[in-house]
């Protein structure tokens, strides 16, 4: 998917895109094997998983020490529970095309998240 990040200074075209093989290639031949650390737009990772807006929802409304745990561990289960949905969706999708073993993967994905939620300990309970 090609998207242009409105985040880049005005005037710069920076496209965010799944890079091929053949590029790839090139890319390690330029840099003699090294990885690239100079990017002329920022971070393609930055611009794919928007870290900076994602620190940016972290907005405390005390000074009480546990208010930043407790607003990223809810922050993150709301993120464990879209993943669920998205995964569910794709079951049914599935499902009504008649694709009842394909539907199987994204369940399976689904009930692996919905034990992440558990917690570590939950697995060793019992």
């Given at each position: 998917?090609?998207?242009?990040?409105?985040?880049?200074?005005?005037?710069?075209?920076?496209?965010?895109?799944?890079?091929?093989?053949?590029?790839?290639?090139?890319?390690?031949?330029?840099?003699?094997?090294?990885?690239?650390?100079?990017?002329?737009?920022?971070?393609?990772?930055?611009?794919?998983?928007?870290?900076?807006?994602?620190?940016?929802?972290?907005?405390?409304?005390?000074?009480?020490?546990?208010?930043?745990?407790?607003?990223?561990?809810?922050?993150?289960?709301?993120?464990?529970?879209?993943?669920?949905?998205?995964?569910?969706?794709?079951?049914?999708?599935?499902?009504?095309?008649d694709?009842?073993?394909?539907?199987?993967?994204?369940?399976?994905?689904?009930?692996?998240?919905?034990e992440?939620?558990?917690?570590?300990?939950?697995?060793?309970?019992?």
């Open positions: 998917m090609d998207r242009t990040d409105p985040r880049q200074a005005a005037g710069a075209t920076a496209t965010l895109r799944s890079s091929n093989a053949a590029e790839r290639e090139s890319r390690a031949v330029a840099n003699a094997g090294e990885p690239t650390l100079e990017f002329a737009h920022g971070l393609p990772y930055e611009a794919y998983v928007h870290a900076g807006t994602l620190h940016s929802l972290q907005q405390t409304l005390s000074d009480d020490a546990g208010e930043m745990s407790f607003l990223m561990v809810s922050q993150i289960m709301e993120l464990y529970f879209k993943l669920t949905c998205f995964e569910l969706r794709e079951a049914r999708r599935l499902l009504r095309q694709e009842v073993w394909d539907a199987l993967v994204p369940l399976g994905r689904a009930a692996m998240t919905i992440g939620l558990n917690g570590p300990g939950a697995a060793c309970a019992g």
